[in-house]
C-alpha cells in the first residue's frame, strides 16, 4: 500500500515535514499549498529534495471555488488553475486536489457544473495534470461523494476523477453502498480521517478535530474495504486537522500516522484478497484489491497484567505502603541487587530502586534508565517513585514484539543477564514501558529468578490506571489499539478541584486487562510526560489496583499496620446512604475502614485508596458480582481528597523552609 501524508497534519517547516515524512516511512506526501506558499524553497528545491529522502509528491492541494460560477468568473478561474499547473510542472506533480465550491457558486445546475469541469481537464490535459475533485461536507451545492461522482462521471472526461475523504464522508453519515458503483481508477486520490464523535458544526469539527485512523469513533476499517475493492490503487493518504499534531513534535506525530496505516493496512489484508491470490475453487472468491495490502504478525488481546514495575528513589515508604496492603517481599534480584519482587497472590510488583538518578530498572520489567522517546534522545536518569512499567501476558510474545516493531515503537534498551529470561517491550507513548510476556498456565518462570516458591493469597491486579499527557492521548489510545488489541471505550469527564479528567478506559472483552488511561488537566500534563523524560516531581498520581477476596479483611490489616489511608469525607457517606439506602451497620463499617462504594445493575464494587509516593498510589479493590466498572461516581471524591493532601504538604514545606530562612 502506497502511504502517503498531507503536509499539514505535521508542525515544522516544509523541509521538516519531507523529512519527518520520509524519516517514519511513508511512500509520499502531499503538498499543502500553504506550506510551500510559506518557503524560502523554489518548487524545484523541494522536488530535488523529495526525490534525495525517496518520497514521491503525490498530490497538490487545495485547488478551490472553481465551478458554478458565471462565465466571466469561470474564465479568471482557469487563469488562475493554469498557474497552478505551472508550478505543479516545476514540482513534478501530476494530481491536484480540487474541493467543491464553497464560497463562490451561484448555480445549481449540475449540466454548468459538468461542463466547467470538462474545460478544466482539457486545460489541465495540456499540463498532463489530472483533477480530483472532492466533495466538501460544507459546499456550497456539492457537499455529497456520490453527487461528486456523478458530476466526475457526466464529465466524461481523462483529466478528471474525483478524491474520496474519509472525513467528508463519514461526518455526513452518507450511505457508503455507492463507492462500489465508482471504477477505482477514476478515483484519483484517497484521503483517509477519524474522528471523535462529536455534536458540533462540521467545518469546526475538520480542522480542529480530525485524528489518525483507529485514535476516533469511525469504522476506517469498513471504509478502506469498501475503496480497495473498487479497484482503487493510487496512494492511501492521512488528512488530518489537529490542533495538538499541528504543534507537536513532527517526528513523533509522522510515526504516530503511519502505525495508523499500517494497523488500518493489516486490520484488511486478511479480509481482502489480491486479484492474483489464490481464491480456491471451494471458497466464493472474496473483494480482490490492487492495493498490495501488507498483513502485520498477528496479536490476540492480552490474557492478563503478569506484573506492574515500579521505581522509586524512597524504597522504604513504597515497600512500607506494600506490606500494609498484604504484599510480601519475595527477595532481591539474583543479578540486580537494586531490584526486588513484592506479591499479593497473583499481582505481582517489581520495585527497582533508583538512587541519585542511578538504578538501571528492574529483571522481568524494563532495564533502562533512558527512554527513547523523541528521535531516539537519550535523556538523563530519574528520581521520584513513578510507574515504569508494565507485563502484559500474550500468548505469542515473538510475534507481538515484532509486530511492536513493525508498527514503529521503540523497543526498550536493556541489559540481559545471560541466564535470565529474555523478555523484550516497547516504550508506550507517556514513555511507559510495555512488555510482552509469554503467557503461561504456571507461575512464571521469572519469578524464581527472585528466590519465590509460593503464596497462598487470592488476589490480582484489577486494573492499572495511568495519566497520560493531553498532546499524546490519541496516539496512546491507537498503540494500545495496534499493538495489543484493547479496545476503547466511551471517555468520561471526571471533576477535580483543578480541573476535568478526561477518561477513558482500554480494556480486553473480558475485562482481564483493565486500563483507564486519564488525561490530566493542564498544569500536571506536562510533569506526567516526567516519566523517563525528565522530572517527574508533582506528577499527576497514577495508580495500581488489586483485587482481593475481602476489602474487609484487607483494610483491618492495613490498618493495624499503620496505612496511611486516603481520607473519605462524612459527607461521602451521607450522600451513599442516600443513594443506596444501605443498612446502618454495613455503611458504618465502609466508614471506618475509610472504604468507598458503588453498586450497579450487575453487581457492587467496594474500595480504599492508599495516600500518593511521588507519582503513585495503590487502590485495593472487591468486586462483587459482575461488576465491571471502577467506581466512576467515588473518582472525584479520590480526586478532591488527594488535591487536599497535596495542599497541606505544600503549606508544611512552605512552613519548613520558612523556618529555615
Ligand atoms: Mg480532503
Ligand atoms: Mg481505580
Redesign the pocket.
Given at each position: 500500500m502506497h502511504t502517503s501524508i498531507a503536509t499539514v497534519c505535521l508542525s515544522g517547516t516544509l523541509e521538516e515535514k519531507l523529512r519527518a515524512a520520509a524519516r517514519a516511512g511513508y511512500d509520499g506526501v502531499e503538498i499543502f499549498e500553504q506550506d510551500l506558499v510559506v518557503s524560502p524553497d523554489s518548487p524545484e528545491a523541494i522536488a530535488d529534495l523529495a526525490r534525495e529522502l525517496g518520497i514521491s509528491l503525490d498530490l497538490y492541494q487545495p485547488f478551490r471555488d472553481l465551478e458554478g460560477v458565471d462565465k466571466a468568473q469561470f474564465q479568471k478561474n482557469l487563469t488562475r488553475a493554469e498557474t497552478k499547473f505551472r508550478l505543479m510542472a516545476r514540482l513534478g506533480i501530476d494530481t491536484i486536489l480540487l474541493c467543491s465550491n464553497v464560497g463562490t457558486a451561484t448555480m445549481t445546475d449540475d449540466g454548468v457544473v459538468v461542463e466547467q469541469l470538462r474545460r478544466l481537464g482539457d486545460l489541465a490535459d495540456s499540463y498532463g495534470v489530472n483533477i480530483a475533485y472532492?466533495a466538501l461536507a460544507w459546499g456550497r451545492f456539492v457537499s455529497e461523494y456520490d453527487h461528486a461522482w456523478d458530476l466526475v462521471k457526466a464529465a466524461d472526461h481523462p483529466r478528471i476523477g474525483t478524491c474520496l475523504?474519509s472525513f467528508?464522508i463519514l461526518s455526513r453519515n452518507t450511505d457508503l453502498s455507492r463507492i462500489a458503483e465508482i471504477p477505482g481508477e477514476k478515483i484519483f486520490f484517497l484521503?483517509l480521517a477519524d474522528a471523535p464523535a462529536l455534536t458540533m458544526d462540521v467545518l469546526s469539527w475538520s480542522r480542529h478535530h480530525r485524528v489518525f485512523p483507529g485514535e476516533g469513533a469511525w469504522d476506517l476499517s469498513d471504509f478502506l474495504t469498501r475503496i480497495a475493492a473498487t479497484g482503487y490503487a493510487g496512494p492511501v493518504s492521512l488528512?488530518v486537522f489537529n490542533d495538538s499534531f499541528r504543534q507537536g513534535d513532527t517526528n513523533r506525530t509522522a510515526v504516530d500516522g503511519l502505525r495508523s496505516l499500517r494497523w488500518l493496512e493489516a486490520s484488511i489484508a486478511d479480509t481482502i484478497a489480491a486479484p492474483t491470490g489464490s481464491a480456491s475453487a471451494a471458497e466464493p472468491a472474496g473483494p480482490s484489491t490492487a492495493l498490495d495490502l501488507q498483513p502485520l504478525p498477528e496479536v490476540e488481546e492480552p490474557r492478563g497484567i503478569n506484573y506492574v514495575e515500579l521505581s522509586t528513589d524512597d524504597l522504604g515508604a513504597l515497600t512500607r505502603q506494600m506490606h500494609q496492603l498484604g504484599f510480601q517481599f519475595i527477595g532481591f534480584h539474583r543479578s540486580k541487587p537494586h531490584v526486588q519482587l513484592w506479591l499479593r497472590g497473583e499481582a505481582r510488583i517489581i520495585v527497582s530502586e533508583v538512587t541519585d538518578g542511578v538504578g538501571t530498572g528492574a529483571d522481568a520489567g524494563g532495564t533502562s534508565s533512558t527512554s527513547a522517546d523523541e528521535a531516539g534522545t537519550t535523556s538523563a536518569p530519574v528520581n521520584g517513585t513513578f510507574l515504569r512499567g508494565i507485563g502484559f501476558e500474550v500468548t505469542d510474545s515473538r510475534s507481538a514484539m515484532e509486530r511492536a516493531a513493525l508498527l514503529h515503537a521503540d523497543e526498550v534498551p536493556r541489559d540481559q543477564a545471560h541466564n535470565d529470561e529474555v523478555l523484550r517491550g516497547v516504550f508506550a507513548p507517556d514513555g511507559s514501558e510495555v512488555f510482552f510476556h509469554q503467557f503461561e498456565k504456571a507461575t512464571p518462570a521469572w519469578i524464581q529468578e527472585f528466590g519465590h516458591d509460593h503464596d497462598e493469597q487470592v488476589s490480582h491486579i484489577d486494573h492499572v490506571n495511568l495519566a497520560q499527557p493531553s498532546n499524546h492521548y490519541d496516539e496512546a489510545v491507537l498503540f494500545y489499539t495496534s499493538l495489543l488489541a484493547l479496545h476503547a471505550e466511551p471517555s468520561q469527564d471526571v471533576p477535580s478541584p483543578s480541573g476535568l479528567v478526561r477518561s477513558q478506559v482500554m480494556s480486553s472483552t473480558d475485562g482481564s486487562v483493565r486500563m483507564p488511561l486519564n488525561v490530566s488537566p493542564q498544569p500536571h500534563a506536562e510533569a506526567v510526560a516526567g516519566r523517563g523524560i525528565g522530572s517527574v516531581v508533582e506528577a499527576y498520581p497514577e495508580h495500581v489496583a488489586v483485587a482481593c477476596e475481602d476489602i474487609f479483611h484487607a483494610a483491618a490489616t492495613a490498618l493495624s499496620r499503620g496505612l496511611d489511608f486516603l481520607p473519605v469525607p462524612q459527607n461521602y457517606y451521607e450522600d451513599l446512604d442516600s443513594r443506596f439506602d444501605l443498612a446502618p451497620e454495613f455503611l458504618q463499617q465502609l466508614q471506618e475502614n475509610h472504604i468507598l462504594y458503588d453498586r450497579d445493575e450487575h453487581g457492587q464494587f467496594l474500595h480504599f485508596y492508599t495516600s500518593t509516593i511521588g507519582s503513585v498510589f495503590f487502590e485495593m479493590i472487591e468486586r462483587r458480582g459482575d461488576y465491571r466498572g471502577f467506581g466512576a461516581p467515588d473518582a472525584p471524591v479520590r480526586l478532591a481528597a488527594q488535591h487536599r493532601k497535596n495542599a497541606q504538604l505544600s503549606a508544611q514545606n512552605a512552613q519548613m523552609s520558612g523556618q529555615q530562612g
Open positions: 472532492e475523504d467528508h484521503q488528512e
